[in-house]
C-alpha cells in the first residue's frame, strides 16, 4: 500500500531516460516542480527555482515515490501560487487563489497558469518537451 503523502513532501517523477524530475507538494494535489533534471535526488540544490507548479489527479500522485521533506513554515506557504481558471465559451479569466474563485481583470489573470488537473503521463511528456497538453489548454482573452 502506498504511503500517504504529507504537504511538503518531494516526489520523483522519473522521465523514462534515466533522470527525474522533483518537486514539492503543495495543496489539493499541486506540485511545485523543480527547475532541472537529476538522476536522484541528492543533486537537488537546496535552493533549486520552481520549474512549474501543476495539478495532479490524486490517483496519480499516488504512483510517485516520496524521496524527501521540505515542511512548510505557515499554512499560508503550502498554496501553490494563483491560477487563472478559463470559461470554455466566453474564455473569461477568473482567479483561482487559495481555493477560491474570484473575479479579476485580464491584466490580472493574462500570465497565470491554466488551472487544470494532469494525469502523470501528460505531465511526464510536458517535462520532455511534447507542448500538446498545454496547447491544448484554454488561455483567458481580453473580453
Not at 504529507?6 to 507538494?25: H, S
Not at 495543496?27 to 511545485?32: F, I, P, R, T, W
Amino acid at each position: 500500500m502506498a504511503k500517504k503523502k504529507k504537504l511538503g513532501d518531494i516526489v520523483e517523477i522519473p522521465l523514462g531516460n534515466g533522470e527525474n524530475a522533483y518537486a514539492r507538494l503543495y495543496k489539493e494535489g499541486n506540485l511545485g516542480i523543480f527547475v532541472g533534471r537529476y538522476h536522484n535526488y541528492d543533486e537537488v540544490p537546496p535552493n533549486v527555482d520552481f520549474y512549474r507548479f501543476i495539478g495532479v489527479y490524486r490517483s496519480e500522485l499516488s504512483k510517485l515515490q516520496v524521496v524527501g521533506s521540505r515542511p512548510f513554515e505557515n499554512g499560508e506557504d503550502n498554496w501553490a501560487p494563483d491560477k487563472v481558471i478559463v470559461d470554455a465559451i466566453t474564455l473569461k479569466g477568473r482567479l483561482y487563489h487559495h481555493g477560491e474563485i474570484i473575479e479579476c481583470s485580464y491584466n490580472e489573470c493574462k500570465d497565470l497558469e491554466v488551472c487544470a488537473v494532469w494525469e502523470l503521463h501528460h505531465l511526464i511528456d510536458m517535462l520532455n518537451g511534447e507542448t500538446k497538453w498545454d496547447d491544448s489548454l484554454k488561455r483567458p482573452k481580453d473580453i
